[in-house]
């Protein structure tokens, strides 16, 4: 049986990620076995320009590439070199998806198989404290010159794949690595087969930390394996990035998508990760307040506060404030311009309220119209609504439970169905307490928009 044929290959591009990336040189060293047959390096015209960070690193600049020959007129060389070899590179998901956009924008689909000597690495080396090209050469002795250009990249990385090759005499890991079923070319290069296997097909939450255990992203799924693998299939240049940066995984079982969607939220309010980018910005909410004016009324208003004991009702666009604040002014006959509807210092003229008894203008006592206010306010804190949110739990056994008391979220549960819980205080017990904020509010209330009050547990008042 003839050996197999390599193809190893670096390629320096205009920038990171895979999108719109484009080559500006790119070297090929084709092995049969673990012997050289063929070498091929060449600068390549990006048709764009080099940013001066890519020129800092690799010394590549715009004069350097005018004169070279573009991708197109060096495709069908790439081809050639390429073509029944298996496509080889330390971090190989980068140049090959690469080198298949340059070809996609041509028209052709480079289809090859591939193999990654940073996985490859971890596997059959085990115990490098890095395996970035430079560190992996210094600790092994591997010459390396002309780092971050790709005739002297892949020069060194085809010495770690002979390397590899002897540590893998029967290919029995290659092999592994180039069946169809394996993932593992399409895998992350820091992350291991055996985290991935053991991820669970369930709903709940699944973080992705950094070399530092610092979480990076936090994401909900309601298969979290399945929705992970999803990360490592998109190209998109922000995917490709939190791929190539994360190193382990993370995750969380809730049994239902609601709990998995409250504590995502909380997470990345928790983290701040580096590749989220919804529910990061913190909004306050708008809060109907009041207060004793000089003239001693009881006046109503409009706050954008953090949520407290004293706040009335709560709000997240402040027109929805505003319309409850009008309703209040309608079946109560509160004046507009205590409500704070007009900024008139005279008395009102709402266009809409015209039920004022005249607390503006004089022609009503002050007690009068405070015991009108006491009561719109004894009805807000009567629509601060106590009741549980039951739903399923993480085993079959199990029933979770989300609280809101007095109108806000609490948190969330986990009970076993043997329990015996009546009142609101039996619960408090094995709450997991959360922040009430925008993004959990809209969270329930897409919730109970979408499935009304069938998994609704009202409960009296907390005592």
């Not at 069908?76 to 298949?100: L, P, R, S």
């Not at 973080?207 to 936090?218: H, R, T």
């Not at 409500?339 to 709402?350: F, K, M, N, P």
Request: glycine share 6%; aromatic share 10%; net charge positive.
């Amino acid at each position: 049986m003839s050996e197999k044929l390599y193809s190893v290959i670096d390629v320096e591009t205009t920038g990171k990620g895979i999108r719109g990336n484009r080559i500006t040189e790119i070297c090929i060293v084709l092995l049969q076995g673990n012997k050289i047959i063929d070498k091929y390096t060449s600068l390549v015209n990006p048709e764009c320009n080099i940013p001066p960070f890519i020129t800092g690193l690799t010394g590549i600049d715009n004069d350097m590439v005018r004169d070279a020959p573009r991708f197109h007129e060096i495709a069908e060389h790439i081809i050639k070199m390429t073509t029944g070899a298996i496509f080889v590179a330390h971090n190989v998901n980068f140049d090959y998806n690469v080198i298949k956009e340059e070809f996609r924008d041509l028209g052709y689909s480079f289809v090859r198989k591939k193999l990654c000597t940073v996985r490859l690495s971890r596997q059959l080396i085990p115990g490098m404290l890095s395996y970035s090209l430079g560190k992996l050469c210094t600790a092994l002795h591997i010459p390396l010159e002309g780092r971050h250009r790709a005739e002297g990249d892949t020069d060194a990385t085809v010495i770690l794949f002979k390397r590899i090759l002897a540590l893998d005499p029967n290919l029995k890991l290659i092999h592994k690595f180039l069946n169809v079923r394996s993932k593992e070319a399409t895998l992350p290069p820091h992350l291991k087969m055996e985290d991935i296997d053991a991820l669970p097909e369930e709903t709940g939450i699944y973080l992705f930390k950094d070399q530092k255990g610092i979480v990076i992203y936090a994401g909900k799924a309601k298969n979290i394996k399945q929705r992970v693998l999803s990360h490592f299939y998109d190209k998109k240049n922000k995917e490709f990035a939190l791929c190539q940066a994360t190193y382990a995984i993370d995750y969380e079982i809730t049994g239902n998508e609601l709990i998995a969607l409250l504590l995502e939220s909380e997470k990345i309010q928790k983290h701040y990760p580096k590749y989220n980018s919804a529910q990061k910005r913190p909004i306050a909410p708008y809060i109907i307040i009041s207060y004793i004016n000089r003239k001693g009324v009881i006046q109503l208003g409009i706050d954008r506060s953090s949520i407290s004991s004293n706040s009335f009702d709560i709000f997240y666009s402040r027109t929805e404030a505003i319309e409850r604040l009008e309703q209040l002014c309608t079946a109560y006959q509160l004046c507009p311009r205590y409500c704070s509807l007009q900024s008139t210092t005279e008395r009102c003229s709402h266009y809409k309220i015209k039920d004022c008894k005249g607390i503006c203008d004089g022609k009503e006592s002050t007690a009068l119209y405070n015991m009108r206010v006491n009561k719109a306010l004894e009805l807000l804190k009567k629509h601060k609504k106590n009741y549980l949110i039951r739903e399923r739990g993480r085993t079959i056994d199990e029933q979770s439970f989300v609280m809101i008391q007095d109108g806000i979220y609490k948190g969330f549960g986990f009970v076993n169905d043997h329990e015996q819980l009546v009142k609101p205080q039996d619960f408090e017990n094995f709450i997991q307490l959360q922040k009430h904020t925008y993004h959990t509010t809209k969270i329930i209330k897409s919730y109970l928009r979408k499935n009304g009050e069938k998994n609704i547990v009202q409960m009296k008042s907390w005592v």
